[in-house]
C-alpha cells in the first residue's frame, strides 16, 4: 500500500511538471499533447486513488471485525472438561439474558463463533456435542463403565 501511495505522489509531480511546461510552449500542437499526457496521467492518479480508497475500506471492515470477535473472546474461558476434552464455556459473570454454551475449541481459534449442539450421551456417560460449523464431534467428561448387562433369572412354572 505503501508502494501505491509513493506511485500515486510521483504521478501528481510529474502532473505538475508538465503544468509548468505548458506555459512555455507556443506551439498549438505540442501544447495539445502535452494536455493529452496530463490528461491520461490524471485518470491514471485517479484510478489509483479509487483503487487505495477501496482497499482502505476493505482493511477498515477487516479492522471491524477483529474488534468485535476479540471483544467476543472476552467473554469466553477455555475449560477441561475431562477425559481430555476442551471447549470454550461462556463465563457467568458474561451471562446477561443468554444461556450458559460451549463453542468448538478450532472454530474459536480461526475467529468464528460456533456454538456446540447437544447430542445426546454415549454408552460411557459422556456428552456428546457436535460442531455446526466444522462438523467436529466432542465427547465430555471421562469413559465410564457401561452397565454390565443384568443378570436375568428364569424360573420355571
Known amino acids: 500500500m505503501l508502494g501505491e501511495t509513493v506511485a500515486g505522489l510521483g504521478a501528481f ?17 505540442a ?6 499526457e496530463l490528461q491520461e496521467k490524471i485518470i491514471a492518479a485517479q484510478t489509483a486513488q479509487s483503487e487505495l480508497i477501496t482497499r482502505v475500506g476493505e482493511l477498515e471492515a477487516q479492522v471491524a471485525r477483529f474488534e468485535a470477535w476479540n471483544s467476543q473472546k472476552e467473554r469466553y474461558q477455555l475449560k477441561d472438561f475431562g477425559g481430555g476434552t476442551f471447549a470454550y464455556e461462556l463465563k457467568e459473570s458474561e451471562k446477561a439474558s443468554e444461556p450458559i454454551h460451549r463453542l468448538c475449541p478450532a472454530c474459536y481459534e480461526n475467529g468464528k463463533k460456533q456454538i456446540l449442539q447437544f447430542r445426546g450421551t454415549n454408552a460411557f456417560k459422556q456428552e456428546m456435542f457436535r460442531c455446526s460449523g466444522c462438523s467436529h464431534t466432542f465427547e465430555f467428561g471421562v469413559k465410564q463403565n457401561p452397565n454390565p448387562p443384568q443378570k436375568t433369572t428364569w424360573r420355571r412354572i
Open 31 to 36: 501544447r495539445n499533447a502535452v494536455a493529452i
Open 13 to 29: 509531480k510529474s502532473m505538475l511538471d508538465i503544468v509548468k511546461g505548458l506555459k512555455d510552449l507556443k506551439d498549438a500542437s
